[in-house]
């Protein structure tokens, strides 16, 4: 019989261990993994949370069946962002069949199609930036993955209406997701609400003039627009205009976020470590015929992707995932109480000595052939998740960061302002704290090639 897990002492009168979580979240999962093992509670005002902290007990997290561990319920503060009858605001069983329409966007050769315009979007996005200068980083990399996100999923009617002043809309969106929002995100007057509500509309109304633009055309894009127009539910049901609105801003808003956080901190990380870079930067020649990058060789360059690997270990994009706990869950030995919540932390796991060796130290070679430390367990690398609940995009995701840092490093000499770059705890998707920013001088070599005429230029 499984007993109680056991609670990590400390924390203060209700709010529990709430203030050193959001402290340094790691530091404190990881004191609770040393003292009381892979199972562990922590007190988060008031609620009991248990905490699943290595490879095996994150197995059992992300295997658990939705009527035993929901993520419906914690993740309820998302639906004034996507809507009513979506994601998580509907069944576990209509959300699964929601998920399955984006499948036929993210196949191989829809990525392939998917090349040339992401390649476009992050030429045009460094045409502005001149010879020399200097950027905010993490805004930059925001930017440009709304962009290159929109232009490959929504198609280039949406792009061309999404110009750089309205790419905020996306952190609007963000900014709704807070404290307030994990109690009720239909409070009134709360400012972040409503910024978040108007840019809802905002880019509801936007999707809803490409989507009529898109019926009225006899030719298809191929993309995540088109599959949801062509979609049916197991009863036969097409989809509501409702519907395909809100799994469009899902579908983007999570994308992009998690994708601009990871390119951020690669960059962080290659430029803090130049000796790793320098490698990056030889791998680029090698097999590039001309200036297009093929997917075949974004797909050759194994160097820079095991240092978009390690971005994800030390800094992934989500801190902490979630689940309420419908019914008593056994994992192993020990107990999570139905009522409660239980958690698994990206960010803590992928700093386990006894998973990662010398878990804090750069080493993108990890990952390499012979070594590969994340293989060496299920469910030990969980920064797209794990089990039946890994992010579809992933594959989509690291192509995007591979072709914004070829196409960037082959283009400039890159630069940091600053160092010692620390995670920013305060923000739902955990990217560098202010300032980061990035230095840039262009490269003198042969002309670039130019994006294709009216594709990929801000409008």
Same mark, same amino acid.
């Given at each position: ?129 001149? +010879? ?109 205009? +409702? ?119 750069? +080493? ?96």
């Amino acid at each position: 019989m499984s007993a109680l897990a056991p609670m990590l002492p400390g924390g203060l009168p209700w709010l529990g261990h709430a203030l050193a979580l959001r402290r340094d979240p790691v530091a404190l999962l990881l004191e609770g993994r040393a003292r009381l093992g892979d199972v562990f509670a922590i007190r988060l005002a008031g609620t009991r949370v248990t905490v699943c902290l290595g490879p095996r007990a994150q197995g059992a997290f992300f295997q658990a069946p939705e009527t035993r561990l929901s993520a419906r319920d914690v993740y309820r503060f998302t639906t004034p962002i996507f809507g009513r009858g979506v994601v998580y605001d509907t069944t576990p069983e209509m959300m699964d069949e929601q998920m399955g329409f984006l499948y036929p966007a993210l196949r191989d050769d829809r990525l392939r199609a998917y090349t040339r315009a992401m390649q476009d979007e992050v030429e045009a996005f460094v045409t502005g930036w001149g +010879d020399e200068g200097e950027v905010d980083l993490a805004a930059a990399m925001n930017e440009l993955t709304v962009f290159v996100a929109s232009r490959c999923l929504v198609g280039e009617e949406f792009r061309r209406a999404l110009t750089p002043d309205l790419a905020h809309l996306f952190h609007d969106l963000e900014g709704g997701i807070n404290l307030l929002g994990f109690i009720n995100p239909w409070l009134p007057l709360v400012p972040a609400f409503r910024r978040r509500d108007r840019a809802r509309a905002r880019l509801g109304a936007m999707i809803r003039t490409a989507l009529a633009g898109r019926r009225a055309r006899a030719e298809r894009s191929g993309d995540f627009l088109d599959a949801l127009l062509d979609a049916r539910y197991a009863d036969g049901r097409a989809l509501s205009d +409702d519907e395909i609105v809100g799994l469009l801003v899902a579908t983007i808003f999570a994308g992009q976020h998690t994708s601009a956080v990871m390119a951020t901190w690669t960059a962080v990380l290659l430029l803090e470590h130049p000796e790793y870079l320098a490698r990056v930067l030889d791998e680029q020649g090698e097999g590039l015929d001309g200036e297009e990058v093929t997917l075949e060789h974004l797909r050759r360059l194994a160097v820079l992707e095991r240092a978009i690997k390690e971005a994800e270990r030390l800094h992934p994009p989500l801190v902490m995932l979630m689940r309420r706990v419908a019914e008593d869950f056994p994992i192993g030995d020990r107990l999570a109480p139905a009522g409660g919540l239980a958690m698994v932390s990206p960010a803590a796991a992928h700093r386990l000595p006894d998973v990662f060796a010398e878990p804090d130290r750069f +080493d993108p070679d990890r990952f390499g052939p012979g070594r590969e430390e994340d293989r060496r367990a299920r469910n030990a690398l969980i920064g797209f998740g794990g089990g039946h609940h890994r992010c579809i995009g992933s594959a989509f995701a690291q192509q995007q960061i591979k072709m914004i840092w070829s196409v960037i490093l082959r283009r400039f000499e890159l630069s940091l302002a600053s160092s010692g770059h620390r995670p920013d705890y305060a923000t739902f998707v955990v990217g560098p704290q202010a300032p980061c920013r990035l230095r840039y001088r262009r490269r003198r070599r042969v002309a670039v090639v130019a994006p294709a005429a009216g594709v990929g230029q801000p409008a």
